[in-house]
Nanobody, 128 residues
Framework: QVQLVESGGGLVQAGGSLRLSCAASGRAFNDYAMAWFRQAPGKEREFVAV????????WYTDSVKGRFTMSRDNAKNTVYLQMNSLKPEDTAVYYC?????????????????????WGQGTQVTVST
C-alpha cells in the first residue's frame, strides 16, 4: 500500500509559478513510476507528466512542455512539479499517481487506469 499526499497548490496570476510536491509513504519508492494528472472543471482527468522508475525518463504532455518540470527525490520519497509561465487553462485539480505497471511507452504511462495509487489532489488556480 502506498499513500500519496500532494501539496503546493494555490492561486497565482498568469505568468507566475508554483511548485507542487507529492510525498509517498509505503513500499519502495523506486519501484514506482510517478505521474501528475490534472482535472479541470467539467473536463476529464488528463495526463501531465511522468517520471519512470528510478527517474530514468521524464515525459510531458505537449501543452506543458517547456513550462513544467517534473523531478523526483528518491531519498525523500517525493516528486515535484515545477510549473512556470502558468496560464489560465492550467487551472485544475492536480493529482499525483503511482504505478507498478511495467510501461514501455508514453501512451501506456498516460493512461490513468495504469496507476495503482492516487493522492487526494491539490487545487491550482491561475487568474488572468
Amino acid at each position: 500500500q502506498v499513500q500519496l499526499v500532494e501539496s503546493g497548490g494555490g492561486l497565482v496570476q498568469a505568468g507566475g509559478s508554483l511548485r507542487l510536491s507529492c510525498a509517498a509513504s509505503g513500499r519502495a519508492f523506486n519501484d514506482y513510476a510517478m505521474a501528475w494528472f490534472r482535472q479541470a472543471p467539467g473536463k476529464e482527468r488528463e495526463f501531465v507528466a511522468v517520471s519512470t522508475r528510478r527517474g530514468s525518463w521524464t515525459w510531458y504532455t505537449d501543452s506543458v512542455k517547456g513550462r513544467f518540470t517534473m523531478s523526483r527525490d528518491n531519498a525523500k520519497n517525493t516528486v515535484y512539479l515545477q510549473m512556470n509561465s502558468l496560464k489560465p487553462e492550467d487551472t485544475a485539480v492536480y493529482y499525483c499517481a503511482a504505478s507498478l505497471k511495467d510501461c514501455l511507452t508514453y501512451e501506456c504511462y498516460s493512461r490513468e487506469y495504469n496507476y495503482n495509487y492516487w493522492g487526494q489532489g491539490t487545487q491550482v488556480t491561475v487568474s488572468t
